[in-house]
């Protein structure tokens, strides 16, 4: 269905409201069906992020590799500069360090009952260089903040749920200092590699959005 509404409208790409219909109607949750729609290149971002999905169009373009959406999560130890990116099930195999684990999604578990919430791909993202962007809206323009990192292969403690990986980025706290004060949501896109100077190209040379380079 998804694909016939892309093919039909010629999108580029797709914001999804994954939640609470799709559980209380179809009694599935489409994290591994968005995971597979952006390892074939259909941009496919989750929870209805049209300000994701554009950067993640951006990022899959430059690098050539799946892109996806994630969570600023937990800290990282007592380290600065790590935290740990995250999210239910929505990444890409082709970014993950192995086949993942398909599960119910236990919030949903837990807000509806057993078996409404089966589809989140549980796992780990591999260990690679990494760039990332989110966008926001303001007054009838788009705002970007771009930076990069890697993806580590310190371990995350046992239980953890969805498919998450640890993160190094410089200036860590500066980063999200900036995001949190200039009205970013808890959402960020990454793919694989270092490709932010290609998006600062285009961003700011072609496109005429703002941006915030957390890179430099």
Known sequence: ALDDIVAECGLDCIAVRCWIEMERELGVAPCVLLSEMNDRGVVAACELDVCNAVPMVALRLASGRAATCLDWNNN??????????FHCGPVPQSLMAGKGRIVEHPMFAKSFGAGCGWGCNVGRIAPTAMTFASSRTAEGKLCCYLGQGEFTDDPIEE??????????IDRLQDALEYIGRNGYRHHVSVTAGHVAPALREAFTTYLGYTLTDLAR
């Open 159 to 168: 239980g953890f749920f969805g498919c998450a990986g640890v993160a190094r």
């Open 76 to 85: 990282y130890g007592d380290d600065p500069d790590k935290c740990i990116l």
